[in-house]
């Protein structure tokens, strides 16, 4: 399987959340990495749509400003003087059924060579705000898996940390496997640790059928989970924190 083949994650969601209340849960999900040709309408499975619905679709409205797709991710990797990029693929949660909810999605950059250049982590979060984090090596080399890309917290995510601190990235692209790690620290010794780890598989019906019967509820078991994990730190007794306004800068870089 080529690096940017589209293909089907069956991953695994992990989230561990240090103090001062420890909380940590796990869950199953299924992602799609889609390339070029597919979020251009290209050929796609008979259960998939792009623009359309479908038992599995995504819209263009879903991701990036303004409808606007690989060419936007293309034009951030050039104003940020990161050379020519060959390709552009997108990992998401696809809408299952119609609804859709991505707390974190990707887009990877890779150049001429197949080497990754860029990430730009697409965050959403559960009150319809979405916010874009450029993930790049300081001197524009490319990414390795084992590289850390630091970026300041600007946008709200949890209700329970404030906008203060910083978050890390690092990231697995394989032919086999894709990885990813987000390690937030809040400043004072607290923060939290996510991954979405899985295995790819083959973009076909059957797999997308088995998507579909492993976890019927799609992303409303995601933003279910979310809402459930809100109420327990709530009744663990950790201080909320309103939403503040969006920031002005959509993107940080």
Not at 24 to 49: C, H, I, M, R
Request: glycine share 8%.
């Amino acid at each position: 399987m080529a690096m940017l083949s589209p293909s089907i994650l069956r991953a695994r969601v992990t989230h561990a959340r240090r103090t001062p209340k420890k909380n940590s849960f796990a869950y199953g999900v299924d992602y799609v990495l889609l390339n070029e040709e597919q979020l251009a309408g290209g050929a796609t499975p008979k259960l998939f749509s792009y623009g359309r619905r479908n038992l599995v679709s995504l819209h263009p409205s879903d991701h990036g400003p303004s409808d606007c797709g690989p060419d936007w991710a293309r034009q951030i990797a050039k104003d940020a003087g990161l050379g020519e990029i060959a390709e552009v693929a997108l990992l998401t949660h696809p809408r299952y059924w119609g609804y859709v909810f991505n707390p974190v999605s990707f887009w990877f950059l890779t150049a001429p060579d197949g080497a990754l250049k860029a990430v730009i982590a697409e965050v959403h979060n559960t009150f319809g705000d979405r916010h874009w984090y450029l993930c790049r090596n300081a001197d524009g080399g490319d990414i390795t898996s084992d590289d850390w890309i630091e970026a300041d917290k600007k946008f709200h995510v949890s209700p329970f940390f404030k906008i203060e601190g910083r978050y890390r990235f690092r990231f697995a692209l394989e032919e086999e496997r894709i990885a990813l790690w987000i390690r937030y620290e809040d400043g004072h010794g607290g923060g939290l640790s996510t991954a979405l780890i899985g295995d790819r598989h083959p973009f076909t019906d059957a797999e997308l059928m088995g998507a579909l019967i492993r976890r019927p509820m799609g992303a409303a078991k995601t933003t279910t989970l979310i809402h459930w994990q809100a109420l327990k730190l709530f009744l663990k007794g950790l201080r909320y924190h309103q939403r503040p306004n969006p920031p002005q800068e959509h993107l940080t870089s």
